[in-house]
């Protein structure tokens, strides 16, 4: 394609950034993943002195699961008297309030014209446990959560390493329903062990999920939640990393989530993820950037370099476009995957070897059967499948501001993971 002058030389320069950005992109992760296939040393830290904490499970309508995370939570193997449990009923029309006092957790009321939602819920019961005061930390679950045995055991001594934001290791509960939620196991399984644990080994910034998350009161005063945005977990991590606050991961907190067993609500619920994600995006994009080059912060750079990928589907179109728009100019793809020796062939096998090599190496990390493997290449699919469903979907969202509420059904419970304690 012949682009006259003066506009060869912009396109060819726009058309080579693009490249190298996604390629670098690529390959940064690609290498922070290598770090999930070498032995990992547990760090050893005494949880003493034990802290006090309060534990907060926002739920709407949740009478069918809420009394199995009460219940995993009141049979923490941590002093009853360091934690109090309260469920925070989001405009319940249902029995969840009751369940969860018979139970013997506090309830706070949320409802009236207050605006419903659980970024705004929980917000709101931050503010009231604040005002109690008395805890060293507050942690967050979900109504379709269940918590190990240990986690509070776990959340303390990080904290008595002076960690002030912390994510438990999210497992899935159901991972063996059926075809799907095995498809989402597998995804989780890899995505702990080459996303979350690398980064947390090289000292970035983790994930925030929503659950099994802790903090500390100085920073809930200093950091309320926004119960606008429809992820308000993504959004809280992008303000603290653009603020300097590094969120660690605790490996041995372990919290257990449902995972959607019917792909109608596994469609919804990325819409509305990618809706959050679009939103936390434009947002806090650019200040993550300028903070990455102002204060040459690693943890804001990767922050920022993740947050960027909500964007991938238009920038890989328009690096599309670009290559046609630059033939008969210099492309750095091309370049690379014609000029150097072997380029081809090494570049196969990134793009080729990931297929068998990390699900493997997960599934034996993690002690599944290996048979799961090939759950992998079904997520495969199934991404490639729904991307522009979810994108389109996530616009007419955005429009609507109407939002399908994420059925939970599974009725796990924790003994059934983790087996009976005394």
């Known amino acids: 394609m012949y682009i006259p002058f003066p506009w060869n030389l912009p396109v060819t320069l726009a058309a080579n950034a693009l490249e190298f950005f996604l390629l670098g992109t690529w390959f940064f992760y690609l290498v922070l993943s290598l770090r999930g296939f070498f032995k990992r040393s547990a760090r050893k830290s005494d949880p003493a002195p034990l802290r006090r904490f309060a534990v907060l499970v926002p739920a709407y309508n949740e009478e069918n699961v809420i009394g199995l995370v009460l219940e995993s939570l009141k049979k923490m193997s941590y002093p009853a008297e360091l934690f109090d449990i309260y469920m925070v009923a989001d405009h319940c029309t249902d029995n969840t309030a009751g369940i969860a006092r018979a139970a013997g957790a506090g309830v706070i009321e949320y409802g009236g014209d207050l605006p419903a939602g659980k970024g705004y819920a929980i917000c709101r019961a931050t503010d009231e446990i604040l005002a109690l005061g008395g805890y060293d930390a507050l942690c967050y679950f979900d109504a379709d959560s269940l918590a190990h045995p240990d986690f509070l055991t776990g959340m303390s001594a990080h904290l008595n390493r002076g960690e002030t934001a912390i994510q438990g290791n999210e ?31 090289f000292g970035f910034s983790a994930t925030l999920h929503g659950k099994g998350m ?209």
């Open 171 to 201: 497992i899935p509960k159901n991972p063996h329903h059926n075809w799907l939620t095995r498809t989402l196991f597998v995804s989780q399984v890899i995505f702990n062990n080459f996303y979350q644990y690398p980064k947390h080994f």
């Open 214 to 422: 802790c903090f500390t009161p100085e920073l809930m005063r200093k950091f309320p939640w926004d119960g606008d945005c429809l992820t308000e977990d993504i959004e809280m991590q992008m303000r603290l990393v653009r603020a300097g606050v590094r969120v660690y991961f605790a490996p041995d907190a372990i919290v257990y989530d449902e995972v959607p067993a019917d792909l109608r609500e596994h469609f919804h619920r990325s819409v509305r993820w990618a809706v959050g994600a679009l939103e936390t995006a434009r947002r806090h994009t650019a200040g993550l950037w300028l903070r990455a080059a102002r204060k040459l912060d690693y943890r804001a750079f990767e922050t920022a370099l993740r947050l960027t990928q909500t964007y991938r589907f238009m920038l890989a179109a328009c690096m599309t476009a670009l290559l046609f728009a630059n033939q008969g100019h210099f492309n750095l793809l091309v370049w690379i995957f014609n000029h150097p020796h072997g380029a081809r062939l090494t570049i196969k096998l990134l793009n080729w070897l990931p297929l068998g090599l990390y699900p493997t190496a997960a599934l034996l990390i993690d002690g599944t059967s290996l048979a799961y493997g090939v759950y992998y290449l079904v997520m495969i699919l199934m991404s490639i499948v729904l991307v522009i469903p979810i994108y389109i979907g996530a616009l007419q969202l955005k429009r609507r501001r109407r939002w399908h509420r994420t059925a939970h059904t599974s009725l796990t419970a924790i003994h059934e993971i983790v087996g009976e304690r005394p």
